[in-house]
């Protein structure tokens, strides 16, 4: 049965859906396109398809397949955005180009190649006849590259009722990228100094918001961190910071505000990182008022179990189609899984072609990892939706 579906997997037709999908720009924001690229697509294998305006010009995708018997939802799920383009690409980035084994463009790692891997095992799938039950699911989401809007429509229509969702996201499971069995959160501070105005010749007549918001953010090393026996500790890092007279003048400034992006670990949440940077704050005695808020997007940390159904299913083939074990880890960044998997607690598995720089110029993807993530990804589904 599954030599019979092994042996439907064309990948020339992985290669052309890549090829295709880097050729359609779709920078975060701009995801339409692409959208209706892979409905076509879709339409194409036989599954039953629509497109949701979860803002204007903007759609997530869906897919959906039923077997013969009522039984588990399983969904393949990627992200249609991409960053937008940055200095230092040496090829057009949406002109894909081989050399020496890999695929340049934008996307082609993150996550496009992922996607393309999925199609292929959903045409393989379909082309074996085999016989399932349950539901064979494709959800194209937008945004992951910014606020996860994509993934929260999802969530809220019926195709958020799912048993699983293998995510196409580039990790491979060697010991470069390992497979996550839990990801970090995230809370973006936004704080708001307010000081007193005076003339800038007589500063003690005022209260300077600039410096005591410098203040706070050279001692954010002091902030209380939490570890974790498995992720260790987050981190923080200041991304913006605006205060001072637009016009110049020479006026000590009475308001200031910073932007604070911080990991969160397990144990962590929001309200725990908002009372401790207001502990820190008030530890610094500063004459001016200081008001932390936080603001999108943030993420919930999560952590999965490696008994999970869709895990064993994975970690069996893994060790099938590559020829080793998988390894695991516990990774420090966002994905749509902590939207997934940290609020709704839908498993997570991240699996995907070997990663190339992404959100770097020339991004890549290893051609070598594509038939192999293509078959990992069949054979995933034909053991979760198998007539057992």
């Given at each position: 049965?599954?030599?019979?579906?092994?042996?439907?997997?064309?990948?020339?037709?992985?290669?052309?859906?890549?090829q295709?999908?880097?050729?359609?720009?779709?920078?975060?924001?701009?995801?339409?396109?692409?959208?209706?690229?892979?409905?076509?697509?879709?339409?194409?294998?036989?599954f039953?398809?629509?497109?949701?305006?979860?803002?204007?010009?903007?759609?997530?995708?869906?897919?959906?397949?039923?077997?013969?018997?009522?039984?588990?939802?399983?969904?393949?799920?990627?992200?249609?955005?991409?960053?937008?383009?940055?200095?230092?690409?040496?090829?057009?980035?949406?002109?894909?180009?081989?050399?020496?084994?890999?695929?340049?463009?934008?996307?082609?790692?993150?996550?496009?190649?992922?996607?393309?891997?999925?199609?292929?095992?959903?045409?393989?799938?379909v082309?074996?006849?085999?016989?399932?039950?349950?539901?064979?699911?494709?959800?194209?989401?937008?945004?992951?590259?910014?606020?996860?809007?994509?993934?929260?429509?999802?969530?809220r229509?019926?195709?958020?009722?799912?048993?699983?969702?293998?995510?196409?996201?580039?990790?491979?499971?060697?010991?470069?990228?390992?497979?996550?069995?839990?990801i970090?959160?995230?809370?973006?501070?936004?704080?708001?100094?307010?000081?007193?105005?005076?003339?800038?010749?007589?500063?003690?007549?005022?209260?300077?918001?600039?410096?005591?918001?410098?203040?706070?953010?050279?001692?954010?090393?002091r902030?209380?961190?939490?570890?974790?026996p498995?992720?260790?500790?987050?981190?923080i890092?200041?991304?913006?910071i605006?205060?001072?007279?637009?016009?110049?003048?020479?006026?000590?400034?009475?308001r200031?505000?910073?932007?604070?992006?911080?990991?969160?670990?397990?144990?962590?949440?929001?309200?725990?990182?908002?009372?401790?940077?207001?502990?820190?704050?008030?530890?610094?005695?500063?004459?001016a008022?200081?008001?932390?808020?936080?603001?999108?997007?943030?993420?919930?940390?999560?952590?999965?179990?490696?008994?999970?159904?869709?895990?064993?299913?994975?970690?069996?083939?893994?060790?099938?189609?590559?020829?080793?074990?998988?390894?695991?880890?516990?990774?420090?960044?966002?994905?749509?899984?902590?939207?997934?998997?940290?609020?709704?607690?839908?498993?997570?598995?991240?699996?995907?072609?070997?990663r190339?720089?992404?959100?770097?110029?020339?991004?890549?993807?290893?051609?070598?990892?594509?038939?192999?993530?293509?078959?990992?990804?069949?054979?995933?589904?034909?053991?979760?939706?198998?007539?057992?």
């Amino acid at each position: 049965m599954f030599e019979e579906l092994a042996s439907k997997i064309d990948n020339s037709f992985t290669i052309r859906l890549l090829q295709e999908m880097i050729s359609i720009p779709s920078v975060v924001g701009e995801e339409g396109a692409l959208a209706e690229y892979l409905r076509v697509e879709l339409d194409a294998l036989g599954f039953k398809s629509k497109l949701d305006e979860v803002e204007p010009k903007r759609f997530n995708v869906y897919g959906r397949m039923r077997g013969e018997k009522p039984g588990r939802r399983l969904m393949f799920n990627g992200h249609t955005d991409t960053v937008p383009v940055c200095e230092g690409w040496v090829t057009d980035p949406f002109k894909p180009v081989r050399k020496e084994g890999l695929l340049y463009g934008l996307g082609s790692c993150d996550m496009k190649g992922g996607i393309a891997c999925a199609l292929t095992a959903l045409k393989a799938f379909v082309d074996s006849g085999l016989s399932f039950k349950g539901e064979l699911l494709f959800s194209g989401v937008i945004d992951e590259e910014a606020f996860s809007k994509g993934a929260r429509a999802m969530l809220r229509s019926e195709y958020g009722n799912c048993d699983a969702i293998v995510l196409c996201e580039p990790y491979s499971g060697d010991e470069a990228k390992p497979i996550p069995l839990g990801i970090t959160g995230k809370v973006l501070y936004d704080v708001t100094v307010k000081g007193r105005a005076a003339h800038g010749f007589t500063p003690n007549l005022g209260i300077n918001a600039v410096e005591d918001a410098a203040r706070i953010i050279t001692s954010l090393e002091r902030l209380n961190m939490r570890r974790h026996p498995m992720f260790g500790q987050g981190n923080i890092s200041t991304l913006k910071i605006e205060g001072g007279y637009e016009v110049y003048s020479v006026v000590v400034p009475d308001r200031c505000r910073f932007e604070v992006n911080r990991l969160l670990v397990p144990s962590e949440s929001t309200q725990s990182a908002v009372e401790d940077l207001e502990a820190l704050v008030k530890s610094l005695d500063l004459r001016a008022d200081v008001e932390v808020r936080t603001k999108p997007p943030q993420y919930e940390p999560f952590v999965l179990n490696k008994d999970e159904l869709i895990m064993r299913i994975f970690d069996e083939v893994y060790r099938e189609v590559c020829g080793v074990d998988p390894h695991y880890g516990y990774a420090s960044g966002i994905t749509d899984a902590n939207v997934f998997s940290g609020e709704a607690g839908i498993p997570c598995l991240h699996l995907g072609p070997k990663r190339g720089d992404p959100h770097k110029p020339n991004e890549y993807v290893s051609l070598d990892w594509l038939p192999l993530v293509t078959k990992m990804y069949a054979l995933i589904a034909a053991r979760s939706l198998g007539q057992d």
